[in-house]
């Protein structure tokens, strides 16, 4: 019996138990993720174009497509939960998205500064994707949904690999261009 209560952070809780106050915040932030992706989604593309190095260019626009797919899978959780899949406007994601339009703003056009910019932008996006996705990865398993904990186990580490990925180009090139820059 002794080891049953040490297993109690692990073990699910009641299964399907959809009317409790955990379930009902739990589709709130997955209403918010949902919108936020969806933002993501009209984001991207005035990043890539504002990019100059091919590396950068080409990271935004796969990036585009993973995270289509992560909305497609969002409402696969909603389904796999009998929810409909409503997106509430993220307001934390629309003040880091718009962020990400001033750098652009107060960059000159065709400048490592303005990829480091971006690059700095966009990991601010992926941050609050993977605190989000992780900690409703932890819930998920909390409440017994194995499915739902799959689907965003398999977002949580698209995200973390997006992350490495804008380290990798800034650390091998752009942040050294750009430290070499100077104003004309
Ligand atoms: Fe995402």
């Known amino acids: 019996m002794e080891a049953n209560e040490k297993n109690m952070g692990n073990r699910p809780a009641r299964e399907s138990m959809t009317d409790s106050r955990l379930h009902e915040f739990f589709l709130e ?4 993720i949902y919108g936020a992706e969806k933002q993501i989604v009209k984001a991207l593309p005035k990043m ?15 990036h585009l497509d993973v995270t289509q797919t992560q909305i497609t899978r969002l409402e696969e959780i ?9 997106a509430k406007k993220c307001e934390a994601m629309k003040g880091i998205l718009d962020e990400g339009e001033k750098v652009i703003d107060d960059t000159e ?5 303005r990829d480091v910019a971006l690059i700095l932008a966009a990991q601010k996006v992926e941050h609050y994707e993977i605190a989000t996705y992780g900690s409703l990865l932890q ?3 909390t409440m017994g949904h194995t499915e739902v904990a799959d689907l965003l186990e ?4 698209e995200e973390k690999e997006a992350d ?5 180009i ?3 090139k752009i942040n050294y261009q750009a430290s070499e820059e100077v104003n004309e």
């Open 29 to 32: 932030e997955l209403k918010d």
């Open 48 to 62: 890539q174009d504002a990019a100059t190095s091919p590396e950068l260019v080409q990271a935004f626009e796969e």
């Open 78 to 86: 909603f389904e796999n939960l009998g929810e409909s899949a409503d």
């Open 109 to 113: 056009e065709g400048t490592a500064t």
């Open 139 to 141: 819930l998920a398993h």
């Open 154 to 157: 398999a977002t949580l580490d």
């Open 164 to 168: 490495l990925k804008l380290t990798e």
């Open 170 to 172: 800034a650390e091998s």
